[in-house]
């Protein structure tokens, strides 16, 4: 007797934590999940693995700006950011890099 099931397809995805506390923008909790869309290039985790550890990232919880940076069918896949959820209030967006006046 064999079994026809459909095969089903497991999405795996890729979350982080930055070692430190990260604050929702809307409610100021620290219960912060970052993650990477499935569509996000394996390669570039690495440099946003090392902008999360030099604390160089802010969340982005803009609906506009998050339409502009995360637009999948036309982005280069360097290009791409990682996104977070607040797991207090359910808010979301995308990570962005800080930008050192500095240097």
């Known amino acids: 007797?064999?079994?026809?099931?459909?095969?089903?397809?497991?999405v795996m995805i890729t979350s982080t934590s930055?070692?430190?506390p990260v604050y929702c923008p809307k409610c100021n909790s620290d219960r912060v999940v970052i993650f990477f869309d499935p569509?996000?290039?394996?390669?570039?985790?690495n440099?946003?693995?090392?902008?999360i550890d030099e604390r160089k990232i802010t969340l982005e919880?803009?609906?506009?700006?998050?339409?502009?940076e995360n637009?999948?069918?036309?982005?280069?896949?360097?290009?791409?950011?990682?996104?977070?959820?607040?797991?207090e209030?359910?808010?979301g967006g995308i990570l962005l890099e800080v930008q050192n006046d500095n240097q």
């Not at 919880?61 to 502009?68: A, D, L, M, V």
């Not at 637009?71 to 797991?87: E, T, V």
Request: glycine fraction near 6%.
């Open 1 to 10: 007797m064999s079994h026809n099931r459909p095969r089903t397809k497991k």
């Open 18 to 20: 930055p070692g430190y």
């Open 39 to 45: 569509k996000f290039v394996g390669r570039f985790i």
């Open 47 to 51: 440099k946003w693995d090392e902008l």
């Open 61 to 68: 919880n803009s609906w506009s700006k998050i339409k502009t």
């Open 71 to 87: 637009q999948w069918g036309i982005i280069d896949p360097k290009n791409a950011k990682p996104n977070w959820l607040c797991k």
């Open 89 to 91: 209030c359910y808010d």
